[in-house]
């Protein structure tokens, strides 16, 4: 039974191909390469089957890391190499935002709520190495916690003033 190979080549998946097909795609030492029985793209030096048809070649940066293969249309791998991409994490704000929100305003607990939600959503993009979408999220996370904090902030006076006012009418009614 003859191995069937998968290829990377300028960012498409190639294949299934023979080992005789290889050469014809354009195979070299840094090519991610797949075949049944592996776990995952592994660059094609690794596999010493292929030694008699690579060819010396500049490497393809950026490609291979997963076996499920997606490209961005911008230009840039989604996958950063395997590392998450730097970025501001709104979460705990998020969330002190929701904790201000529930104690003192509807409102603000929405917000977030939703921005936690966002937050998560933007975190998970980037650690999968997907900075489009984990800008897009972190761009709403940002401003659903900031609304958050803001309606929470404006709340406290209001809370406080409650409070004392309560107080006041407590001690005012005190028993002798």
């Given at each position: 039974?003859?191995?069937?190979?998968?290829?990377?080549?300028?960012?498409?998946?190639?294949?299934?191909?023979?080992?005789?097909?290889?050469?014809?795609?354009?195979?070299?030492?840094?090519?991610?390469?797949?075949?049944?029985?592996l776990?995952?793209?592994?660059?094609a030096?690794t596999?010493p089957?292929?030694?008699?048809?690579?060819?010396?070649?500049?490497?393809d940066?950026?490609?291979g890391?997963?076996?499920?293969?997606?490209h961005?249309?911008?230009?840039?791998?989604i996958?950063n190499?395997?590392?998450p991409?730097?970025?501001?994490?709104?979460?705990?704000?998020?969330?002190?935002g929701?904790?201000?929100?529930?104690?003192?305003?509807?409102?603000?607990?929405?917000?977030?709520?939703?921005?936690?939600?966002?937050?998560?959503?933007?975190?998970r993009?980037?650690n999968?190495?997907?900075?489009m979408m984990?800008?897009?999220?972190?761009?709403?996370?940002?401003i659903?916690?900031?609304?958050?904090?803001?309606?929470?902030?404006?709340?406290?006076?209001?809370?406080?003033?409650v409070?004392?006012?309560?107080?006041e009418?407590?001690?005012?009614?005190a028993?002798?």
């Amino acid at each position: 039974m003859e191995t069937n190979y998968f290829l990377i080549i300028g960012g498409q998946q190639v294949g299934p191909l023979s080992l005789f097909q290889l050469r014809d795609a354009g195979i070299t030492v840094d090519t991610p390469v797949w075949r049944i029985g592996l776990a995952d793209w592994v660059k094609a030096s690794t596999l010493p089957e292929l030694s008699e048809v690579l060819t010396a070649s500049t490497p393809d940066a950026g490609y291979g890391q997963p076996p499920v293969y997606d490209h961005n249309p911008y230009g840039e791998s989604i996958f950063n190499n395997g590392l998450p991409v730097a970025h501001t994490n709104w979460l705990p704000w998020a969330i002190v935002g929701t904790v201000l929100g529930a104690l003192c305003c509807l409102i603000g607990l929405i917000f977030g709520i939703l921005g936690i939600i966002n937050a998560s959503k933007a975190n998970r993009f980037y650690n999968e190495g997907n900075r489009m979408m984990g800008d897009s999220a972190n761009s709403t996370a940002r401003i659903n916690t900031i609304i958050s904090l803001v309606f929470g902030c404006l709340a406290i006076p209001m809370v406080i003033y409650v409070l004392s006012s309560s107080m006041e009418i407590l001690s005012s009614v005190a028993l002798p």
